[in-house]
């Protein structure tokens, strides 16, 4: 399984009459240069951000005043403003749709299905907008919701950025403490949340959690209870100025919906950092570089158009879910999923795209290489004819899941690999349109995002393993951190390593094919012997193994320098033997090279991973070496971390 062999490519019938091909037609108008294709459109978007981001905002229909400039006085990082002169809501970009039509289809399990046309989903967001308007709430105050991905989310969201609110979500899986640390930061002034959900087949209540949020989350003059349990009114009554949502926004007289037209770099969203070193970040985000970046990517990237039914495996405490419903913008409809994706059968959600007939199915990496594991085959029981792209994130997708997609989901689909995060609501790098997949590559870098791999010494470099940076500025960049008003944190989450260049913290390649290797966190980079290891190599070997369900590797400090140490969970009730821990060792040797053999192989029976599903390999670091996790809410499974306390095969 050769890193760099071509799976599938466009062919010419696919690409014409694509968003695609349009864009380059009017990019090659507007530049006045003939942008023969994507390598040339790249180039052309990263040296004339003027002319591009004008661009996007015309071909995408952006409604608002543009304004006169694309960028003010300050064009360097951070500090760099986009459309300084413009006026726009990012809400009323997304509800353009009208008529009967599905805006959102929603399925929990086999729990729930409902339907809300467009005309629908106008009149419950004019709801909840008069019931947030008569609540008090105005413009820079905080909604905060602890919902399941349901419609009421979506509805929530609209509502709050209709009247320039600002608006934060994580899911009911949080834990008290995970959801204080959060929205106790910010101090909102409505909460939305749910009675429960379901996950895995199994009714899970949360009314207990929610009476002890209430009394911590003092800042939460109103509260909102939405219904999915059936208890909705009762848990509402429970807590302190609460009503269920029936009762409260559902109950109001809809009138006519309005929108506050606000600057670009008003406030929108606040995302929360996921990691586990400390109280999480509030990364602030603006409604009209969000809306920019997403329609570049949704329509241009993905070939979103209107009336395609997009879904994404998603929580609301994922940036993948800001991503997803800003769909509508492209007058998509949002096909919504909520509860385990392999309840009550593996192939649940393959099952949901083909009734539906999905066009669009996004996912994380562990979700590919779980359905593998899982020996079901959707290519050889669902018609996916709709289906035209799939997209990976969350981690790096392995070779052998490149593979799968294409021998066990769909031989002719557009795979792309996505990477960006959280900090700029956004991708660096992902699909593009017109050139190969190729096994274990993202395909390159997103439209006038100017990505580059850095050196130590702070040069560019092509295949050679680095930094990952952004050397130019995006309307995505977070306005700030919440609580920051110097902005020294955020300074220093990414503008500390290289002055005025973005680090993102992303251990990156450049390959010669122009595609793009991801070899992990570069804060959870090894470094035995002063070689740099990203992990994502030695898992893209150990995982192809039957063996193996899953792997977490770190540094371990030992006698001066660092030794690499592999966790290992099993498939089944294997056990660790001296002959499957030679194999491993063999896979990794000729599969990466001798310098990846870890010193040490573990068994353990769970692996730590935050609730986006990312494995947590600085948590189980800090436990190894004795130091306190800072954040243990922020995971999944944080009953994990107690299987790594001072484990006697790491004390020689």
Known sequence: MKTGTILWQANESQLV???YQAFLKAASAASGIELADYDALHRWSVSDTDGFWRLIWQFCGVVGEMGARVMGDVRTMPGAEFFPDARLNFAENLLRGTGDGDAIVFRGED???RRLSWDDLRAEVARMQRFLIDAGVGKGDRVAAMLPNTPEAVIGMLATASIGAVWSSCSPDFGVNGVIDRFGQIEPKLFITVDGYWYNGKKIAIGEKLSEIAARLTSAERIVVADYLGDAQAVAASLPNAVAWQDGPGSVQAGELTFERLAFNHPLYILFSSGTTGIPKC????????LLQHLKEQRIHCGVKDGDRVFYFTTCGWMMWNWLVSALACGATLMLYDGSPFSPRPGVLFDYAEQEKFTFFGTSAKYIDALRNSGVRPVESHDLSSLRMLTST???LAPENFRFVYDGIKEDIHLASISG????????VGGVPDRPVRIGEIQGAMLAMAVEVWNEDGKP???EKGELVCVKPF??????FWNDPDHAKYRSAYFERFDGIWCHGDFAEWTQNGGMIIHGRSDATLNPQGVRIGTAEIYNQVEQMAEVEEALCIGQDWEGDVRVVLFVRLAGDRKLDEA??????QKIRTGASPRHVPAKIIQVADIPRTKSGKITELAVRDVVHGRTVKNKEALANPEALDLYVDLPQLRD
Do not use: Y
């Open 580 to 585: 499957l821990t030679q194999a491993i060792r």
């Open 17 to 19: 009459g694509s968003n």
């Open 394 to 396: 969350g981690s790096p």
């Open 461 to 463: 470099v092509i295949g």
């Open 421 to 428: 995060g959280t900090d700029i609501v956004a991708c660096f």
């Open 111 to 113: 729990k729930l299905e």
């Open 475 to 480: 309307p995505s960049m977070p306005i700030g």
């Open 283 to 290: 990364i602030i985000h603006g409604q009209g570089g969000t």
